[in-house]
């Protein structure tokens, strides 16, 4: 099969065309991937000084149709549009059951880029090649675990759906199910590309009040102020700290929402929240952070907390994202501001480097 391989880091990508693929096994399914997005945690991989997992197939806000099932499948079938989603939810394991379904132990593999028991169903000759946040979506076919697969509708537009895969997941769950960000509250958005802006969004559809954006590039302040956001900030001529405590009457925020994984960020929205305020890490930093964090904020009841894709289920919270979007409460469209095949895939890498639009939906 045909994918786009990541074979040195801070390298172009190579469109290659002899990635071998196995059957799936019992619990997995095959298949055809149609269209995938360019995430910001791909291109931190791929810009990366050295090391990691290589060779990769990276790309992880996936959608296609299933090719085939594994002997175990009973949910899924041959024909079924579905939404890949990093992270699935065994149902059973200590975090399942209390809730926290972005913490489930047999999804913790996607941080290896093999399955449990170290194998991959793809290779390159006798290489084997590691899938990208255990899914691989950059590539025409992928073998998954059928709990990352999560059943549509099959009148849903893949083109437009696979953005939920990741950014809607992680930034809208981040507010609605991570911090559970109540009607009226004040909210901070800090960095808006595909997360961000899914963030302002989760805090329109939470009916927040106030909803403060900042973020040093003004095509993307632009998309906020058209996705809901209430009140534009330019960090590089605003003191965002200052401006959001002036705008929510010198109280501060409610919440805090860093969307970028940049440790002055994190710190900016400790300072921007109120006494007893949240700030939530929604960014995804592949580097060490280093946060100073005063005692002053732990005596002041502020809290500090990480969100994983938003705290989503994705067998519960894909359907539900589709549902608002059927009824046009959730904006995926203008999500997308370029289509590529997959042999500009380097291409579409570029613009997000150079913060040009949101979100590029690769075709396979």
Known sequence: MHAALLEKNQQPLEVVRDIQ???????????KVSHCGICHSDLTVVDMPGGGQLPSILGHEAAGVVEQVGSSVTRLAKGDKVMLTPLP?????????????????????FLTGLRPDGSSPLSRGD???FQGFAVGGWGEYTVVDQGRAVKIDPDTPLEIACVIGCAIQTGVGA??????VEEGATVLVMGL???????????????????IVSDPVA?????????????????????????????TGGIGVDYAFDGAGHSDLILAGTNACRIGGTTVMVGAPMQPLELPIPALFL????????????SCNGHRDIPRFLALWRKGALDLESMISARRPIADINAGLDDMRNGRGLRTVLEL
Do not use: H, M, W
């Open 21 to 31: 693929i196995e059957d799936p096994r019992a619990n997995e399914v095959l298949v």
């Open 89 to 109: 939810s065994c149902g059973r394991c200590y975090y399942c059951v209390r809730g926290q379904s972005s913490c489930c132990v047999e999804g913790q593999n």
């Open 127 to 129: 290489t084997p090649v």
């Open 175 to 180: 507010v609605l199910n991570t911090a559970k």
């Open 193 to 211: 590309g595909g997360i961000g802006i899914s963030i302002v969004q989760g805090a329109r559809l939470a009916n927040a009040a106030r909803i």
């Open 219 to 247: 095509e993307r302040r632009d998309y906020a102020a058209n996705f809901g956001a209430t009140d534009i900030l330019d960090p590089t001529q605003d003191d965002v700290v200052a401006r959001a405590i002036e705008l």
């Open 299 to 310: 005596t002041q009841e502020k809290k500090l907390t990480g969100c994983l894709l938003g």
